[in-house]
């Protein structure tokens, strides 16, 4: 089959390759992939920035999301069927979705929304999941409760504003001008434009912020949250409480820890907790997803899709940190 490969970390440009047919499990369905989307942990695993969470082999196929068809299914899978239309985040240890098939877990996959075309079903897994997990099981977030979701146009952004007006949160968000209309037309309460304003002038007493751009903007998101509140990343640094739970080990935990140091002492100087958001893979959250989907409460946000032979370029473009929504890569 053909993939996009890296043969090494750092920043090297994928290239297209003919690659073996993916193993299927006993409980996996091999997927024959349609469209695939780009997301900023590709950057991160090409460049080895997550080596220390995950161990990849080289070549590596680059890819974390997809949709496409089964066909074929493994012994013990009891949930889909050759022909059924999926899609899916599988799970860290089996990557590798720029390529014209992948074997997947079951369990880390759901039928597509009916009412999106490949190329949209594709934008979805991973950012869904992500916000999801951030907003429904971390926060916990309650109608009426007050949440900044930073850059509110970009690929987890456009969802998890959706997603947190369909929670009845009061919404915030940081956008440039040229996003200020997207996100008011996905339901932004209030929209600061990051490059002419400060969001810790204008927001206070906030039960939640849901940073992807770590840094800066990050360590200042403790002083907008009430006490007992929650700073939740998914570009920040891992801390000692994710390594443990993540079952790193002690000399990880050590690490994570002594990284993380100023996070700490700004989670007990405001008394907020602070989390590091690494997503699982979960076909039932795709399920409720696709509901809402479906139900037209949530819809994707799609800046351009790329042919599989551009996929280096969409990765480029993705990097540039400009576009509105996610790019996908049309695959067949």
């Known amino acids: 089959m053909k993939a996009m490969i890296i043969n090494q970390y750092g920043k090297v440009p994928m290239r297209l390759a003919e690659m073996p047919m993916p193993k299927m499990g006993e409980y996996e369905v091999l997927a024959e992939i349609h469209a695939a989307s780009i997301n900023p942990v590709d950057f991160k695993m090409r460049d080895g920035k997550v080596k220390l969470l995950i161990k990849n082999k080289m070549p590596l196929i680059l890819g974390n999301d997809f949709s496409g068809v089964v066909t074929k299914v493994g012994a013990k899978v009891t949930q889909f069927k ?9 799970r860290k240890s089996k990557i590798g979705t720029f390529a014209e098939y992948i074997a997947v877990h079951e ?7 009916r009412n999106l075309s490949f190329e949209e079903a594709a934008s979805i897994p991973l950012v ?3 916000s999801y997990q951030a907003l429904h099981d971390i926060l916990h977030l309650q109608k009426g409760g007050k949440v ?8 987890v952004g456009t969802f998890a504003i959706q997603l947190a007006k369909l929670m009845g949160a009061y919404v915030a968000t940081t956008a440039s001008e040229a996003g200020a209309d ?3 037309s996905l339901g932004a309460d209030e929209v600061i434009n990051y490059k002419t304003e400060q969001f810790q002038d204008r927001l206070q007493n906030y039960d939640g912020v849901f940073d992807t751009l770590g840094g ?12 007992g509140g929650k700073v939740i990343s998914v570009s920040g640094l891992p801390n000692a409480r994710f390594a443990k739970e993540y079952g790193s080990g002690f000399i990880k935990t050590v690490l994570f820890s002594a990284a993380s140091y100023k996070l700490t002492k700004l989670e007990k100087k405001h008394n907020v907790q602070y989390t590091f958001l690494f997503m699982k ?13 479906e139900c037209g409460k949530i819809r994707p946000v799609i800046d351009r899709v ?10 480029e473009y993705s990097e540039g940190g400009r576009a509105k929504g996610k790019i996908v890569l049309k695959i067949r």
């Open 216 to 227: 800066k903007s990050l360590e200042t998101s403790f002083q907008i949250i009430k006490s």
């Open 306 to 315: 790329f042919p599989f032979e551009d996929a280096q370029k969409a990765m």
């Open 148 to 155: 900044l979701i930073h850059a509110g146009s970009g690929g």
């Open 107 to 113: 369990d880390d996959i759901a039928l597509k929304p």
């Open 82 to 90: 050759v022909g059924d239309a999926i899609y899916g985040r599988p």
């Open 182 to 184: 997207l996100v008011k």
């Open 128 to 130: 869904g999941l992500t």
């Open 281 to 293: 893979p979960s076909g039932n959250q795709l399920r409720v997803i696709a509901d809402y989907i």
